[in-house]
């Protein structure tokens, strides 16, 4: 039987300090500058990995308003550009690209996007659009969508219910492929959650259906941006919800106090309210949106988000990389950058992608908003789950015995747990297991 209150601890351990240091999972190696200023606005890369590449996709903005998605191809290093190539250009009959997101599956890139067209000086239309393209060298587009996935309009035009199309999520199921909008509600607490998802097929992209799919029971007011993850034979979607009704603004989504959730749904999409969804982020007084980012790895799960606190012109921006092990308990947050939130700072969405140790969060650096250029922060994460000696996923009070064991007995520690790494023991980073690793240990077991 395993012993969940152990002796080997002293009493005086137990009052942690705030100095007890814990081994940090990301260690930042550095920032790409994927264009420079001189090349016009760009903004919201989308970064995808294979196991000798790295493409980028960005938003290039030139003068006159020029619109296009254009892709960058690297070394998987990022110390050579290989290729560059515009993938989506303004068109009279549609207007100019906006947002995307993509997902792929090793071998294959599918990308969501939208293009907005004005029809008048106070009017515009706006269109969603799928494509998917090999993920090689010659990044050939092997479907595309030739009409229009949908048709709607922008949110200042759209009463209520209807169907916003800019930043779609993309999934890629097992059979198909699906892309999720929003309808509009309102942002307040009595708001509706409600998202519209389309399947198409992997091979063309023709539609095979489409349901409206009500969050209503999980979240708090208008369906915002969020991502979504296949996991565990699940369906994970992480999202904000709006937690006070003072001071909404309806006009942004940014216009009301909301935290982070995440909803798991079964493969048909249904989900249980009381049992399936969980907090991610809370913190108080402050705006938790645009979940650009969902990725999971063998140990962890990987959230990014855009916070705001404060109130613009003198609030701030900020742009979390957020993981979780395998039970969703919070093992690290990494802030990738800041900005003034204001019309002197620039405008934060990031993205992720996660691909054996590299994570890697795409980013806009622009100020004044509007203006800057597009950029890759590059991590590296330490292999496997600091404190977690028993190799289940999780830190928890079951890897109590397996921590004395590597502390006490390193030989023996290896012969029961023959496919872990004795090194997980060392939780405060400094390459040695011993007596000072025993605090940062009991500081894991005690993390909310």
Same mark, same amino acid.
């Given at each position: 039987?395993?012993?969940?209150?152990?002796?080997?601890?002293?009493?005086?351990?137990?009052?942690?300090?705030?100095?007890?240091?814990?081994?940090?999972?990301?260690?930042?190696?550095?920032?790409?500058?994927?264009?420079?200023?001189?090349?016009?606005?760009?903004?919201?890369?989308?970064?995808?990995?294979?196991?000798?590449?790295?493409?980028?996709?960005?938003?290039?903005?030139?003068? !006159?308003?020029?619109?296009?998605? =254009?892709?960058?191809?690297?070394?998987?290093? @990022?110390?050579?550009?290989?290729?560059?190539?515009?993938?989506?250009? =303004? /068109?009279?009959?549609?207007?100019?690209? /906006?947002?995307?997101?993509?997902?792929?599956?090793?071998?294959?890139?599918?990308?969501?996007?939208?293009?907005?067209?004005?029809?008048?000086?106070?009017?515009?239309? +706006?269109?969603?659009?799928?494509?998917?393209?090999?993920?090689?060298?010659? @990044?050939?587009? &092997?479907?595309?969508?030739?009409?229009?996935?949908?048709?709607?309009?922008?949110?200042?035009?759209?009463?209520?219910?209807?169907?916003?199309?800019?930043?779609?999520?993309?999934?890629?199921?097992?059979?198909?492929? @699906?892309?999720? +909008?929003?309808?509009?509600?309102?942002?307040?607490?009595?708001?509706?959650?409600?998202?519209?998802?389309?399947?198409?097929?992997?091979?063309?992209?023709?539609?095979?259906?489409?349901?409206?799919?009500?969050?209503?029971?999980?979240?708090?007011?208008?369906?915002?941006?969020?991502?979504?993850?296949?996991?565990?034979?699940?369906?994970?979607?992480?999202?904000?919800? =709006?937690?006070?009704?003072? !001071?909404?603004?309806?006009?942004?989504?940014?216009?009301?106090?909301?935290?982070?959730?995440?909803?798991?749904?079964?493969?048909?999409?249904?989900?249980?309210?009381?049992?399936?969804?969980?907090?991610?982020?809370?913190? *108080?007084?402050?705006?938790?949106?645009?979940?650009?980012?969902?990725?999971?790895?063998?140990?962890? &799960?990987?959230?990014?988000?855009?916070?705001? &606190?404060?109130?613009?012109?003198?609030?701030?921006?900020?742009?979390?990389?957020?993981?979780?092990?395998?039970?969703?308990?919070?093992?690290?947050?990494?802030?990738?950058?800041? =900005?003034?939130?204001?019309?002197?700072?620039?405008?934060?969405?990031?993205?992720?992608?996660?691909?054996?140790?590299?994570?890697?969060?795409?980013?806009?650096?622009?100020?004044?908003? !509007?203006?800057?250029?597009?950029?890759?922060?590059?991590?590296?994460?330490?292999?496997?789950?600091?404190?977690?000696?028993?190799?289940?996923?999780?830190?928890?009070?079951?890897?109590?015995?397996? @921590?004395?064991?590597?502390?006490?007995? *390193?030989?023996?520690?290896?012969?029961?747990?023959?496919?872990?790494?004795?090194?997980?023991?060392?939780?405060?980073?400094?390459? &040695?297991?011993?007596?000072?690793?025993?605090?940062?240990?009991?500081?894991?077991?005690?993390?909310?």
């Amino acid at each position: 039987m395993r012993t969940q209150n152990r002796k080997f601890v002293p009493g005086a351990v137990l009052l942690l300090q705030a100095a007890v240091a814990v081994a940090q999972p990301l260690q930042y190696l550095k920032t790409v500058t994927v264009t420079a200023p001189s090349e016009g606005v760009s903004a919201r890369p989308e970064v995808a990995l294979t196991a000798e590449r790295a493409f980028v996709l960005y938003l290039a903005i030139a003068t !006159g308003n020029e619109r296009t998605f =254009t892709l960058r191809i690297y070394d998987r290093d @990022f110390e050579h550009l290989l290729a560059t190539r515009v993938l989506v250009s =303004t /068109t009279p009959d549609y207007g100019g690209p /906006t947002d995307i997101r993509i997902a792929t599956d090793g071998q294959y890139l599918y990308a969501f996007y939208e293009t907005h067209k004005p029809t008048s000086p106070n009017t515009a239309a +706006t269109y969603l659009w799928g494509a998917k393209y090999a993920l090689d060298d010659a @990044f050939e587009r &092997v479907a595309y969508t030739s009409t229009p996935v949908a048709t709607s309009r922008p949110m200042a035009q759209l009463p209520e219910g209807g169907e916003l199309l800019d930043d779609p999520a993309p999934l890629i199921g097992p059979a198909s492929v @699906f892309v999720v +909008t929003r309808l509009k509600y309102s942002l307040s607490m009595s708001g509706r959650t409600i998202y519209r998802v389309r399947e198409l097929r992997k091979d063309n992209l023709a539609q095979l259906g489409q349901f409206d799919l009500d969050l209503s029971d999980a979240a708090n007011g208008r369906a915002r941006v969020n991502s979504l993850l296949l996991w565990n034979n699940s369906i994970l979607m992480a999202l904000s919800t =709006t937690v006070s009704d003072v !001071g909404i603004n309806e006009n942004t989504d940014d216009g009301a106090k909301s935290d982070v959730i995440l909803v798991r749904m079964r493969p048909d999409w249904t989900f249980d309210p009381k049992a399936d969804v969980r907090t991610l982020s809370a913190e *108080p007084d402050d705006v938790e949106n645009y979940v650009c980012g969902l990725e999971a790895d063998a140990d962890y &799960v990987y959230v990014t988000y855009k916070q705001s &606190v404060g109130q613009p012109p003198a609030g701030e921006h900020r742009a979390w990389i957020k993981m979780f092990d395998r039970n969703f308990k919070l093992v690290h947050q990494e802030k990738v950058r800041t =900005t003034v939130w204001g019309p002197s700072g620039g405008e934060l969405r990031p993205s992720l992608e996660v691909m054996d140790r590299q994570v890697l969060s795409g980013q806009s650096t622009g100020e004044p908003f !509007g203006a800057g250029s597009a950029k890759v922060f590059v991590y590296q994460r330490r292999p496997g789950v600091p404190g977690d000696l028993n190799c289940d996923g999780a830190v928890n009070n079951f890897d109590i015995d397996p @921590f004395v064991l590597a502390l006490t007995d *390193p030989a023996g520690y290896v012969q029961k747990f023959p496919d872990c790494d004795r090194m997980l023991a060392d939780v405060n980073g400094d390459g &040695v297991v011993d007596n000072f690793d025993i605090d940062p240990f009991v500081k894991l077991l005690t993390l909310p």
